[in-house]
């Protein structure tokens, strides 16, 4: 993309974001944010880290973020669910600042392109689990995390969400 196109990205995702998605984030789940002194004055690239259990997931985090941090993590999602239609990967992308996240095959490439984005400036949002919980409990993370903070020389700061599968379970 241009710099004039991801300029424009950005503010529609702005707009999105804060018009929609975190006015609803409020009204429909009423989220209770701790520690969020944790991300407010990040200097650096960073990986956030989060279990998950819902899709309503990425736009608790985000709301959690606060409006400064907000515009700087990029979202993995996972290809096959979220790109495998051109126009659904285009505004996933557009409204949550997604890319997408390979679950199958060889991870050299998603870890490649986690540490470019990191490198490039962006903060990582992922989830390590690889895909959502059933019904709430953790599940063993996916290699990767450890690598991608090591590798990069950035923190990892988890981002524990609570009572989410509530919200939309997996599979509705």
Known sequence: YSGSV???HRAIRYALQNGMLIPFTEVMAHP???GEEWVQDLDRPVILASNHTT?????LLLYALGDRVREKP???AAADYFYDRRLIGFLTGLWLNTFPFSRTGSPREVLHRSSQLLKSGWN???FPEGTRSTNGPLQEFTPGVGHLATENRVDAIPMPIRGAH???PKGR
Request: net charge neutral.
């Open 124 to 126: 990582l949002l992922v």
């Open 166 to 168: 509530r919200i939309t």
């Open 74 to 76: 990029v979202v993995a």
């Open 32 to 34: 209770t944010v701790e």
């Open 55 to 59: 899709h309503a997931d990425t736009p």
């Open 6 to 8: 991801r300029l424009i």
